[in-house]
């Protein structure tokens, strides 16, 4: 078992910053993948960023040169730097972790989510 603790999510204006934290324990080297997700009202969850247990990153697009997803593998934490917010990036930031398995399986853990709001 993985238990996700998020922290640091909040309202900001436009143009802001925030930093979403992600605290990991438990059986951690399992893990091969760690990454953020959200979900805006009314739409699907999106993948928002994610890092290897070899430190690649991916993003989605919308994010790119803006968000930076990071880990301290001392601290078993994984980091989302957001900056230049925009509205469109209101939603429940929602921390991943996942272990993959034979056969193409996988296993997702899920933290509590976080609130991002960006206001105009």
């Known amino acids: 078992q993985v238990q996700l603790v998020e922290s640091g999510g909040g309202l900001v204006q436009s143009g802001g910053s925030l930093r979403l934290s992600c605290a990991a324990s438990?059986?951690?080297?399992?893990?091969?993948?760690m990454g953020w997700y959200r979900q805006a009202p009314g739409k699907q969850r999106e993948l928002v960023a994610i890092?290897?247990?070899?430190?690649?990153?991916n993003y989605a697009d919308s994010v790119k040169g803006r968000f930076t997803i990071s880990r301290d593998n001392g601290k078993n934490t994984v980091y989302l730097q957001m900056n230049s917010l925009k509205p469109e990036d209101t939603g429940v930031y929602s921390c991943?972790?996942?272990?993959?398995?034979?056969?193409?399986?996988?296993?997702?853990?899920w933290g509590q989510g976080t609130q991002v709001t960006v206001s105009s």
């Open positions: 991943n972790a996942a272990r993959f398995e034979r056969l193409g399986f996988r296993h997702d853990y």
């Open positions: 890092i290897s247990s070899g430190g690649t990153t």
């Open positions: 438990g059986s951690i080297s399992s893990i091969n993948t």
